[in-house]
């Protein structure tokens, strides 16, 4: 089994930054990517960021672009966003794909959620 938790969120003013962290823990061999995604109420779940771990290739939604950035170290991935507006509010969850032993095909994981809310 695999267990992701996040941490960071919280509230702050429209404008500042947030940096969101998801570490993985257990059953690990190697993490395909990571992502993260966001729920806002009265919304469909959208994807917000998503990095391959073997190229570091990353994808953003155009809503976020240039204000957010995703990272990765080893088993944790980040979510660095600045310049946040009043609709980033969310909850956001982090998402990998991770392989448990050689030749096994990867799995989805998703973290907790954490809430992100920020004031006008």
């Known amino acids: 089994q695999v267990q992701l938790v996040e941490s960071g969120g919280g509230l702050v003013q429209a404008g500042g930054s947030l940096r969101l962290s998801c570490a993985a823990s257990?059953?690990?061999?190697?993490?395909?990517?990571m992502g993260w995604f966001r729920h806002a109420p009265g919304n469909q779940r959208e994807l917000v960021a998503t990095?391959?771990?073997?190229?570091?290739t990353t994808n953003y939604a155009d809503s976020v672009k240039g204000r957010f950035t995703i990272s990765n170290a080893k088993n944790t991935v980040y979510l660095q966003m600045n310049s946040l507006k009043p609709e980033d509010t969310a909850v956001y969850y982090c998402?990998?794909?991770?392989?448990?032993?050689?030749?096994?095909?990867?799995?989805?994981?998703w973290g907790q959620g954490t809430q992100v809310t920020v004031s006008s």
């Open positions: 998402n990998m794909n991770v392989r448990s032993g050689w030749g096994s095909r990867g799995y989805d994981y």
């Open positions: 257990g059953s690990i061999f190697s993490i395909n990517h």
């Open positions: 990095i391959i771990t073997s190229s570091s």
